[in-house]
């Protein structure tokens, strides 16, 4: 019996045959895509994420051949249905009852991969999707190889800054706080907006785990921090408290 194999050229006429004009439009506005915004030059298809998901699970197979040339796409499904396959490829790996040697040779690949590929992972929701559950998921427990966040926080580019605070949610999640609150130090003077939000979230998520904590780094760095960063990271806050910090009568 033939086994049919899915190839890269199946995913691409798979996505066109869900193309959605009248969403795409939606989406170019919403993801900035005018020139000189953020998302300059970038195409959408109008596929929604839950479809995305569904398609990407029947292209795991897919080689890291093609998810490079997914990523080396302009159309921005192309790029997040490749993030998509990469990271349930690493969940596979990471999912198995007894790791061999192998799994984490593939978790470790992948990760380089996406290190190597940074530069295409251009917009918020590419990042957010995908450096938590590969970046930080495979720096856990590998505190003496995450010099590497710090080099993309004090990078020129801006989603090179926006991974790796991202990138620290996972550590978060298992209350380690430390990188996020080092690397939300380095940031908090950026310029960006979607630095600002990105830091903002990742204070109020340690504010979840842990209030003493982000309370101590308030105290310290409240004034200088960007309203929308203060904002974001208070944002959970008893309303009393929540204008306390925001009149500066803390």
Not at 20 to 44: C, H, V, W
Not at 99 to 114: A, C, G, L, P, T
Not at 152 to 176: E, G, P, Q, V, Y
Request: aromatic content about 10%.
């Amino acid at each position: 019996m033939l086994i049919m194999r899915i190839s890269i050229h199946d995913l691409k006429n798979e996505l066109k045959n869900n193309e959605n004009y009248e969403k795409a439009k939606l989406l170019q506005r919403f993801f900035k895509t005018g020139k000189g915004e953020y998302g300059e030059g970038d195409i959408f298809l109008g596929i929604v994420v839950p479809q995305q998901r569904k398609i990407a699970k029947n292209y795991i197979d897919l080689s890291l051949t093609d998810l490079k040339s997914l990523l080396n796409s302009r159309i921005h499904e192309e790029r997040m249905i490749s993030l998509f396959i990469l990271v349930d490829k690493y969940k596979k790996a990471d999912k198995q009852n007894k790791k061999s040697e192998k799994d984490e040779d593939v978790k470790k690949n992948i990760f380089e991969f996406y290190l190597k590929n940074t530069k295409n992972i251009n917009n918020w929701d590419l990042v957010d999707l995908s450096a938590p559950n590969i970046v930080g998921n495979y720096l856990l427990d590998k505190e003496e190889e995450r010099g590497i966040l710090y080099k993309l926080a004090k990078s020129d580019n801006l989603w090179d800054k926006r991974i790796s605070i991202i990138s620290t949610f996972t550590f978060i999640r298992n209350k380690d706080f430390e990188d996020s609150l080092k690397i939300s130090e380095i940031l908090i003077s950026d310029k960006h907006d979607l630095i600002h939000k990105a830091v903002g979230w990742m204070l109020r998520e340690i504010g979840k785990k842990d209030m003493v904590v982000l309370e101590d780094f308030l105290g310290k760095h409240y004034k200088k921090m960007p309203r929308t960063m203060l904002r974001y990271s208070i944002e959970k806050f008893p309303e009393k408290r929540r204008k306390q910090y925001l009149s500066d009568q803390v």
